[in-house]
Nanobody, 121 residues
Framework: VQLVESGGGSVQPGESLTLSCALSGYDGKSGCLGWFRQASGKEREIVAAIFTAGGSTFYADSVKGRFTISRDNARKTLNLQMSDLKPEDTATYYC????????????????WGQGTQVTVS
């Protein structure tokens, strides 16, 4: 399984950005795909997740109403649409995958991308 993020960059507050994660070798018929972020000096935290069987989603309170997670099965990508970005959204964003149900802790995700930087200032 290989996960490769793209789409990061530098934006001003209030602007939008879409991250994509290319999924290779992932056959998650019943698993969880998630986006995490890690700001400098802070722990990695979950941003959003989607359960592949059924499509149910989860969002951290800090991004509810601003971020949307989606999976494009045809392109085999996981996307994160981010709008109304705030300086506190600045972080390295990672996509991750695991089998089974979605959980909040990064510890349980076995597959990770290399990360993409998002800077809001």
């Amino acid at each position: 399984v290989q996960l490769v993020e793209s789409g990061g960059g530098s934006v001003q507050p209030g602007e939008s950005l879409t991250l994509s994660c290319a999924l290779s070798g992932y056959d998650g018929k019943s698993g969880c795909l998630g986006w995490f972020r890690q700001a400098s000096g802070k722990e990695r935290e979950i941003v959003a997740a989607i359960f592949t069987a059924g499509g149910s989603t989860f969002y951290a309170d800090s991004v509810k109403g601003r971020f949307t997670i989606s999976r494009d099965n045809a392109r085999k990508t996981l996307n994160l649409q981010m709008s109304d970005l705030k300086p506190e959204d600045t972080a390295t964003y990672y996509c991750a995958a695991k089998s089974g149900a979605c959980v909040m802790s990064a510890t349980f995700y076995g597959f990770w991308g290399q990360g993409t930087q998002v800077t809001v200032s």
